[in-house]
């Protein structure tokens, strides 16, 4: 009963909002077996199980004006700001470096000497940027977090492609810079933290490979042949640029590429499991660029092992939409279906949904929430990712409730007034709200005279979780504190604060969350594990409670590094916490 009246639970709290007494009304109706919520069910008349909600909740609220850099790379890091960074090669960015520092480079295209930005750390808490400084081109690169917090970006175009850079966050901190750092050029590649604290660098624009980094260990200096990426590549489109890469329960690597899927094996260099195509065998990835997601892993057994994993992949642009974009200006309409695969199946088949709204969407972000649901945001509803192929702004999120009945798993919320089309990007912070940057599908900065002028603006997205009327049923969390170092398998004590000081103990969870790196419509490296907590007491007085909770076993199942811990009451999350996971 639970999973199948979720979506509708937000339109009858609106209808009681406007009642008096409407918070105790509110927790009353959130506990989903009350006599209360029956009679009510009853009584309204609820739309078929698959409409959805047509007035959207949530609200956008505009951060800055311009932070005077397009936002194509971004990733929270673990002081709470957001790295960001743009390219290097088409002309002046609007914010000036700092000191009269400027960038010399013979091999830049439109500007040899540059006295401006093109890489940002924006702090969220205080809603400020600074600038950093870039030596080498940085365009349609990857990245990932290392174990201590370390954003270590990989590759990039022209002189940047075979750079490895890092950064460390701190007041004065700035980009370091490794030339050669990879073994062969990497362009629109994939990068995913392995169980060791290394990372994989998969593909890339004529990379039929992958490779690892650090290159500290023996195995690493080589890049290894991955024939997979070449059966994947079209033509004249490509279709499997910024492959969907996922770490499995077992260790193996899912790989999605176009419309083909595989899990490697890469510590054998072996293809073990190949997958069905995707119903409809439409490309999914850049420039038909969908969206994808690992499903939150729960635990389905006693003994806290994980052993399933899903996948879910939304939206794309049908096989040709870029060639038609390009050489006819037609602008063919995106993916309507989303496509759910269980990875860990024996016979897996892919089962397929429709989004709502009767259009479909590509180069949508689709981001993990702290409650465990799917936000599809940003993107377009007709033509293909690449410079000017992109129509038809899909300006208004939709959520994805996995655990709901097909049929009911989609809601349709607030819209935003900006349009983020190519290279826009989204990402969650530790408060909950969705910050969405970005969106430039010029070759250089332009704002007149164009469709989709360069945006430059963040926007905060805050999901209708955010809402003042659940405050009561909101856990704030007292303890541990923040930046607590945990160990695979510890069980740690968690204390919470509820206001309303009734906490329905069957409707709590703890969720902890890998923050992604995001660009090009995908999030790299975005995991999240659902706890079960147990032992959950009372103490110091009504509105506080601890329970237990055990971390996960193994870093196969959580890569080693930082985390944001969430506690999820009655779908409702606390703001996170960081823990560091070792
Ligand atoms: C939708 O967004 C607009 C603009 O931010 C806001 O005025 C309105 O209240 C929002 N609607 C809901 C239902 O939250
Ligand atoms: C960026 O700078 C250009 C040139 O100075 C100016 O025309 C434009 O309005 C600026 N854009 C933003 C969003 O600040
Ligand atoms: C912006 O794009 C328009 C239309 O393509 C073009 O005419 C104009 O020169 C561009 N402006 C800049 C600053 O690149
Ligand atoms: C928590 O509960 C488990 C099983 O219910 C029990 O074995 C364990 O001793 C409890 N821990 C504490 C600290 O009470």
């Known amino acids: 009963m639970m999973v199948i009246l979720r979506p509708y639970y937000l339109t009858i709290s609106l209808l009681i909002l406007t009642s008096p007494n409407s918070s105790s009304y509110v927790n009353k109706m959130r506990q989903p077996f009350s006599i209360f919520f029956t009679i009510l069910l009853l009584a309204v008349t609820l739309p078929p199980p698959c409409a959805v909600v047509s007035a959207g909740s949530g609200q956008w609220q505009l ?67 600074r600038p950093l400084f870039l030596q080498t081109n940085i365009w349609c690169s990857s990245a990932s977090v290392a174990v201590d917090g370390t954003l270590v970006q990989t590759g990039g175009f022209n002189d940047g492609d075979r750079v490895v850079r890092t950064f460390f966050p701190c007041a004065t901190c700035d980009w370091k810079e490794i030339p050669g750092g990879l073994a062969v050029r990497r362009w629109y590649a994939t990068n995913h933290k392995l169980p060791d604290g290394r990372q994989i660098i998969v ?24 024939p997979f990426l070449v059966q994947t590549t079209d033509l004249f489109e490509e279709n499997n640029l910024y492959p969907f890469v996922f770490l499995n329960v077992d260790g193996t690597l899912f790989i999605f590429a176009n419309n ?63 060639t038609q974009a390009k050489r006819k200006r037609t602008f063919i309409g995106a993916l309507t279906t989303c496509a759910r695969i269980k990875i860990t199946d024996p016979n897996p088949t892919w089962v397929v949904e429709t989004m709502p709204g009767g259009k479909g969407r590509l180069m949508g ?17 007709s033509g293909s990712a690449g410079w000017e192929y992109g129509r038809d702004p899909v300006l208004a999120p939709l959520v994805y409730y996995p655990d709901n009945n097909p049929g009911s798993r989609f809601e349709i919320l607030n819209a935003s007034n900006t349009p983020r089309m190519y290279h826009s990007t989204a990402i969650l912070v530790r408060d909950g709200r969705v910050l969405v940057a970005g969106s430039n599908p010029h070759v250089g900065y332009n704002f007149s005279h164009v469709i989709f002028p360069t945006e430059l603006s963040i926007e905060a997205f805050s999901p209708p979780y955010l809402e003042a009327a659940f405050q009561n049923v909101r856990p704030r969390i007292v303890g541990p504190v923040s930046g607590t170092r945990v160990a695979y398998g510890q069980t ?88 560091q996971i070792l």
């Open 63 to 129: 951060l800055q004006k311009s932070i005077g850099i397009v936002a194509m790379h971004m990733q929270l890091l673990h002081t709470d700001t957001i790295l960001i960074f743009d390219r290097t090669d088409f002309g002046l960015s609007n914010l000036s470096l700092p000191g009269g520092r400027c960038r010399h480079d013979p091999n830049e295209r439109v500007v040899k000497t540059d006295c401006t930005a093109h890489s940002v750390e924006y702090d969220v808490a205080s809603n400020t940027f």
């Open 365 to 381: 972000d689709m981001l993990l929430l702290p409650n465990g649901n799917v936000l599809i945001i940003n993107g377009a509803g």
């Open 492 to 579: 740690v004590k968690v204390r919470v604060d509820v206001a309303s000081g009734s906490l329905v103990r069957s409707l709590v969870r703890v969720t902890v969350l890998a923050p992604p790196f995001n660009t090009h419509s995908f999030s790299m490296n975005q995991r999240m594990l659902v706890l079960e907590p147990s032992n959950v007491t009372n103490v110091d007085g009504p509105t506080t409670f601890e329970f237990e909770v055990t971390t996960p076993g193994s870093p196969v199942l959580a890569p080693p590094g930082f985390y944001l811990l969430f506690v999820v009451h009655q779908e409702i999350p606390s703001e996170g916490i960081w823990i």
């Open 260 to 322: 083909k899927a595989i899990l490697l094996d890469y510590t054998k260099n072996t293809v073990v499991k190949t997958f069905p195509n995707i119903p409809g065998n439409d490309p999914r990835c850049y420039p038909s660029t969908g969206s994808a997601v690992l499903i939150p892993l729960r635990s389905k057994t006693p003994d806290f092992s994980f052993t399933e994993a899903e996948v879910l992949i939304c939206g794309g642009a049908p096989r040709g939409a870029y």
């Open 203 to 226: 593909g890339g624009r004529r990379q039929f490979n992958y490779e690892f980094y650090p290159k500290s260990y023996a195995t690493a200096k080589n890049a290894y042949s991955l």
